[in-house]
């Protein structure tokens, strides 16, 4: 745009423009919550991958030692001096039977340091007999748990290609081979297999080879059952086998003296002494003086006792070998072999030494799976340097006995945690240091840093909590609750509402632990500050969802006492969810809910239902909802109490957050549920009413000013689909036209909702065919719902129903009558599928007999829409309708003389859950056709399913959308405060655009406006223009007529959008306000059937949808003559008042969304402008009276009215007060008279006479200009002196074209532009004079 272009070479900005930012900075804005931007819905579950389904333990181990001590095997050569010691024992050093004996004694010991409980087996020496009698028998008692078989293959040649190992015959004079194929039957899975001996890769490789050939053979018996192979007992699958090898298929074990001889067992099994042994070969080692060999022997300590020096280097080990495998397998694998069995897990955190160590003699281990390299991992550097810490110390710790200081191994690892969390960006590689900060947990000393570090990493989002999941946090923060620590209360509250905001099947864990006991005392502890509160609640909502052992166990924990204390508390997210939470309780629980009756639980919630907050009245609304939902057997009592608070809710009907309403339809239609058969009945009277009765004509349609007219074809516009809102305003033919005018309909994307003012059955509901016109979904109708609310109104229904009039169900009939016709569509629409459902089934309900000897039950294919709805027709004897009627109760519809080829729709089924309760469709088990209606309506014994499918699918997202707040960063900075962020650079951008155009448009305006008539844009509008109003600082106007709107780039000359406001297609749009103008604008459009709709996105490239819609005024009748519904913004204090053919000045806060005042007029007659001024908290209002009236809102209703100016003779077109602190009212009347009031005296100050018979007058609130136009064609523009400065009769170009009857016009709030639509359907604005501007 040419303005936003001079922008940015314009001259330094000044000191005015400055100021004037610092105001927009100030403004609040409305509706730009998270409730308007976002879907009320939960986030989409991530699979979580962190429990392991199978976790497994080693129970049996096979050692099999093949040393034959003295006797070396024929195919190694052994040098001189060689690697001796097997599991630390010299085994020349005794008899060789002794040797043997004492090694297999200290490698079972060494393997029980891992893993204690596990059976252990030796054989020593064995033959193949032995071995598989030992296999065999460890496998029969190990069932489906693992099993472990050691091989130490020293005293036996190495491996055969053939995939044979080494044992001996019974009188050890010859080495027997043994087949790996045969071992592996033997084993039989799941097993981990260590070998011990030179060429062992070999062995792993056949092992892999055999295990293809079992199962191709696995294949072939199952394909062939003939086949031999079928015969014999099926093979064990070898695919949850693991491999640990000791080198590689060409290599020798190291045979370095230095080192033991089993230097791979070493590693696996007492990975501390061989680490501490190698460090001190390795040349480094001489840096830290007195250390030697024999020393190492004599490290103080237990490894199992962290505040020893030897304790403390197993720990380290631990954690860093942990975080190694972490950082380099893959998640699955990482989770299958460190996180599935206790033992695999060590061996393989010893197995990454052993990598280390052995690589370094040039003996490459291998594992099946196979891992990727880790012995150049940056991590075992920080290893040496913790054994080198360590071992500096010992000299003196050993002769002197000095103190052992601890590593600050863990300390510097925190701080680099702590580094990656401050400094680093948002997309980026997980920390490395996160399985260390698990290990820290452990150590009291460090602990409330590590919970305070981790409580930071999760809240980043949920990839960081299902990444701590994934490392293996949930055992250690689960044990943590049973700590009385005052100081890690706030954090362990923080972890755990991250943790179940992501994963909320944690409930389950928590209850079995007692674990929701830490939580309902954090609740209960007055000190705790709020925000723990509100966490505290949030996860005992989570452990109650939908969750019986935990409703139990919180309802034994006094949660509900705990709740109702807090309802009043300050902080409103807490009010949130304890009644979220206090809903959740109670849902389809009913000890709980006696309990919440004891303590007049519903009574202490009415008071949330006018919270300031939508979010804290909907969760009330919830919590009472679920209250009357239960569908325990039901006592005079308990109805008494559903009743007091189904009409407490019906208060809400008029609420003005959608949020709220929706949860309200969901909250009656529990109690539709529960008295279904008392509002079957309600319902078919209400039906048989409607059919009787014609309801006045709202609107008499034939005349001419309220009609859209038609238009030519060629000037038809193209509509833009509106987000889904489907819009049929392109037709071509006049009837076409007209019909779908009436059949407009609204559904949102995606979602099950939909909205249609259109006639005859229209579809209201999100179906394939959306936009037909020809839709017969539904028995009810949106115009019968409609008919149906107006008739309530209207008639003295007391005369008519049987049923007392004001029953409770009645009143709440009449209420989601309300709701169905309410202007935000998804609103409507849960409000039809209540209504529809109870409709059909008291239709089925009323004429069961009939329907049976029609056939229609035996029918096999389903009926189609027409023939369905006559089935029912002549099964219930009702005379069938006249076309023309608009209540086609049935779904007999008669085909629109448009249509050209049959709907191939299947029926429509009217239920909100699973089943389908079509006449021809019924369970069998119903027992609803054997009998008269009366007794099926009361009687209990049908299938349960089938009475609460409207609660199953009817609900709102809201309580999952509650929960996202926790699983989002609640820390972080957000992005708006963020000087350097994309959003506060586009505000700022627009606050300098409006500081420039006030700044320009006041220099022209105060030099003065001589005349006004340079026309610089006209365009033919879609529709008549009934309401023009220009954006305030960019170059677009918005123009309505009747129900759409189209938007106008005026300086361009272009169209920018067209779209449908959604109102029924008796109403019009006569009022419209940009909000947020300043910023991020959006479109309110009010209609003169008293409701509010509030648009975004709209001309600009993405499709235009609505924010929030309301009903604004209510009882109000919408006539031709009115004035319609009139409203006037006030951005500074964001409220909005509201009046037209009511008599109260209503004025809604658009932060609260609810009525905050209603102003009496105390008058008669219709309010037709209405002008406040927040400074001065006065609101003039003038009348169709010609009265003029000043109410101050500070003072209280009946004395606000502090004055009343008579001096017109006939209806006010406008009345404005100025916004200066002593600024004038000026109001003008039909008859033209234009009169100045000073607010403190009685009579008008100055007086001027414009031309009479005025349609529309606007009045410049910076130029002192006010524009008059007329019917009689023609607009004349006066300056303050009440002198014309331009009278403009004629189009520019058009060969001077006469303008036609205006019938809106409105002033640019800044520039001195004026724009005029008129009934011809043309939209010109006028400017002043060129050189001016």
């Known amino acids: 745009m040419k303005m936003d272009a001079d922008l940015l070479h314009s001259p330094a900005v ?115 007999d032995e071995v598989k009698k ?42 027997i081979p043994l087949s790996i194929y045969d071992l592996q039957t033997w084993m039989g899975s799941p097993s981990i297999f260590v070998y011990d001996c030179s060429n062992a890769g070999i062995i792993v490789k056949s092992f892999k080879q055999f295990a293809l050939q079992r199962e191709q053979e696995l294949e072939v018996a199952a394909i062939n059952p003939s086949h031999p192979l079928a015969q014999m007992p099926l093979p064990p699958s070898m695919k949850n086998c693991i491999q640990l090898a000791a080198c590689e298929a060409s290599e020798l074990l190291p045979m370095n003296p230095d080192l033991p001889a089993d230097l791979f067992t070493s590693c696996l099994t007492t990975p501390i002494k061989i680490a501490l042994r190698w460090f001190c070969m390795q040349k480094s080692a ?188 949930f055992p250690y923060v689960l044990k943590l609750l049973q700590s009385s620590a005052r100081e890690l209360r706030p954090l362990l509250v923080f972890i755990w509402a991250k943790i179940l905001a992501v994963d909320s099947s944690c409930q389950a864990d928590l209850v079995k632990d007692n674990g929701h006991k830490y939580f309902l005392s954090v609740l209960a502890d007055s000190y705790m500050p709020a925000e723990h509160r509100t966490m505290a609640v949030f996860i005992l909502a989570v452990i109650v969802n939908s969750y019986s052992t935990g409703q139990e166990a919180c309802l034994q924990g006094n949660l509900i006492a705990n709740c109702l204390e807090q309802l009043s508390d300050p902080h409103p997210l807490l009010r949130q969810w304890v009644a979220i939470c206090l809903g959740r309780i109670w849902q389809n629980f009913d000890p709980a809910r006696w309990c919440g009756v004891r303590d007049s639980a519903h009574e202490k919630l009415y008071s949330l239902l006018s919270d300031p907050i939508p979010e804290v009245r909907c969760a009330a609304v919830f919590a009472l909802g679920t209250f009357v939902g239960n569908s325990a057997e039901r006592t005079d009592h308990s109805t008494t109490i559903d009743h007091n608070v189904a009409m407490m809710l019906a208060q809400l009907i008029n609420d003005g957050s959608p949020v709220v309403r929706k949860e309200l339809v969901v909250a009656l239609s529990h109690l539709v549920v529960q008295y279904e058969s008392n509002f079957c009945t309600v319902a078919l009277q209400f039906i048989e009413e409607e059919k009787n009765y014609t309801v006045p004509s709202p609107a008499n349609t034939s005349e001419p000013g309220n009609l859209t007219p038609v238009r030519d074809s060629p000037a038809i516009p193209r509509l833009r689909s509106v987000n889904s809102y489907t819009n049929i305003r392109a037709v071509t033919t006049a009837r076409n036209l007209n019909k779908s005018l009436q059949n407009l309909n609204l559904s949102e994307e995606g979602g099950p909702v939909a909205f249609s003012p259109g006639n005859l059955s229209t579809s209201s509901s999100a179906s394939s065919t959306l936009g037909s016109p020809d839709n017969d979904e539904y028995i009810l109708s949106f115009e019968t719902i409609d008919k149906m609310r107006r008739v309530s109104s209207y008639s003295s229904l007391n005369s008519l129903i049987g049923v007392s009039f004001n029953s409770v169900y009645t009143q709440i009939w009449r209420v989601l009558l309300h709701l169905a016709a309410d202007p935000f569509p998804e609103v409507s629409d849960l409000a039809m599928k209540v209504l529809n459902c109870i409709a059909y089934k008291a239709m089925m309900n009323a004429r069961p007999q009939r329907i049976l000897d029609s056939g229609s039950l035996t029918q096999s294919a389903p009926a189609s829409p027409t023939s369905k709805g006559t089935h029912i027709h002549q099964a219930g004897g009702s005379p069938p309708m006249p076309s023309t009627s608009s209540s086609s ?115 022209i ?329």
């Open 286 to 473: 001489k840096l830290v003086p007195g250390v030697t060999l024999d020393l190492i022997e004599k490290i103080p300590g237990r490894l199992n006792d962290r505040r020893t020096p030897l304790g403390e280097l197993n720990w380290i080990f631990t954690a860093i070998t942990d975080t190694i495998a972490w950082n380099v397998l893959p998640r699955d694998l990482f989770q299958k072999l460190f996180r599935q069995d206790l033992l695999v897990a060590s061996l393989f955190r010893n197995f990454l030494l052993a990598e280390r160590i052995m690589r370094s003699y040039n003996c490459t281990p291998v594992s099946s799976p196979r891992l990727p390299p880790t012995y150049m991992h940056a991590m075992w550097q920080a290893w040496d340097l913790a054994v080198d810490i360590c071992l500096s110390q010992l000299p003196t710790i050993i002769e002197e006995g000095t103190a052992f200081r601890q590593s600050p191994f863990f300390v510097e690892q925190l701080t680099a945690f702590q580094v990656w969390l401050t400094m680093g960006v948002e997309n980026r590689n997980p920390p490395e240091q996160l399985p260390i900060v698990l290990q820290v947990l452990l150590s009291q000393v460090h602990r409330l840093r590590a919970l305070n570090l981790l409580g930071r990493f999760l809240d980043l989002g949920p990839w960081a909590v299902s990444l701590a999941l994934s490392v293996g946090i």
């Open 1005 to 1333: 305006t105060q030099r003065g406006v001589s005349r006004l008539d340079d026309q610089i844009f006209i365009n033919r509008n879609p529709g008549v223009p009934s309401v023009v109003k220009f954006h305030p600082f960019n170059t677009c106007i918005a123009v309505a007529d009747k129900d759409s709107i189209c938007f106008w780039d005026w300086e361009k000359g272009e169209r920018l959008d067209y779209f449908y406001n959604g109102n029924p297609r008796y109403t019009r749009i006569t009022a419209m306000e940009y909000l947020n103008g300043h910023d991020c604008s959006l479109l309110l459009t009010a209609t003169d059937d008293g409701a509010l709709r509030v648009w975004k996105n709209f001309a600009d490239q993405k499709n235009p949808e609505m924010v929030t819609a309301w009903q604004g005024l209510s009882d109000m009748l919408p006539t031709t003559r009115g004035a319609g519904m009139i409203v006037d913004w006030e951005q500074e204090t964001g409220l909005l008042m509201t009046s037209g053919d009511v008599r109260v000045i209503r004025i809604w806060d658009t932060d609260r969304e609810m009525k905050v005042q209603d102003i009496p007029t105390g008058a008669d007659s219709c309010v037709t402008s209405l002008s406040c001024d927040s400074q001065r908290s006065l609101i003039v209002a003038g009348l169709g009276d010609g009265s003029v009236r000043v109410f101050d809102r500070r003072m209280a209703p009946n004395e606000c009215r502090i004055m009343t100016y008579r001096e017109h003779g006939a209806w006010v077109v406008k009345a404005h007060l100025q916004k200066e602190t002593d600024g004038h009212i000026i109001s003008v009347s039909v008859n033209g008279d234009v009169r100045f009031f000073e607010p403190r005296t009685p009579d008008s100050v100055n007086v001027l006479q414009t031309v009479k018979g005025l349609t529309a007058l606007d009045i410049h609130p910076q130029a002192n200009l006010f524009a008059c136009g007329s019917m009689n064609q023609f607009i004349a523009v006066y300056n303050a002196n009440g002198d014309v400065i331009s009278n403009i009769k004629y189009y520019d170009g058009f060969m001077g074209q006469r303008i036609g009857a205006i019938s809106c016009l409105a002033f640019h709030p800044h520039w001195p532009h004026l724009a005029v639509g008129s009934n011809d359907y043309y939209m010109s604005i006028y400017s002043a004079e060129k050189r001016l501007r």
């Open 134 to 175: 030992l296999c065999t028998s460890l496998r029969r008692n190990a069932k489906e748990e693992r099993v472990l078989f050691h091989y130490n293959g020293h005293g036996v040649p190495r491996p055969t290609v053939n995939g044979e190992i080494w044992v001996f015959n019974k009188n050890y004079t010859q080495y």
């Open 889 to 1003: 109760l049935t779904n007999e519809v008669p085909k629109p003389p448009t249509r050209d080829q049959p709907s191939t729709r299947p029926p429509y089924t009217p239920t909100l859950g699973g089943q389908a309760p079509h006449s021809h469709q019924f369970p069998r088990t119903r027992k609803m056709f054997d009998r008269g209606p009366e007794q099926a309506a009361e009687d209990g014994d049908e299938p349960c399913g089938h009475r609460n499918y409207i609660s199953a699918a009817l609900q709102t997202g809201l309580c999952d959308w509650s929960a996202k707040y926790f699983a989002q960063p609640v820390t972080k900075i957000p992005e708006e405060d963020d000087l350097q962020s994309q959003v506060r650079m586009e505000r700022q951008w627009r606050f300098l655009r409006n500081a420039r155009v006030k700044r320009q448009s006041r220099s």
């Open 14 to 128: 000044g000191f005015a423009e400055e100021e004037a930012d610092m105001n927009d900075w100030e403004l609040p804005l409305a509706f730009m919550k998270k409730r308007h931007s976002e879907k009320i819905e939960g986030s989409k579950a991530l699979a979580q991958s962190w429990r392991m389904k199978d976790r497994m333990k080693t129970v049996s181990v096979a050692l099999v030692l093949c040393l034959n001590v003295g006797v070396d095997p024929p195919d190694v050569v052994k040098t001189s001096p060689c690697a001796r010691l097997e599991c630390w024992i010299d085994p020349l050093s005794m008899s060789p039977q002794k040797a043997l004996e004492t090694i297999g004694a200290n490698l079972q010991k060494q393997y029980e340091n891992w893993q204690p409980r596990a059976r252990y087996k030796q054989s020593l020496d064995p033959t193949v």
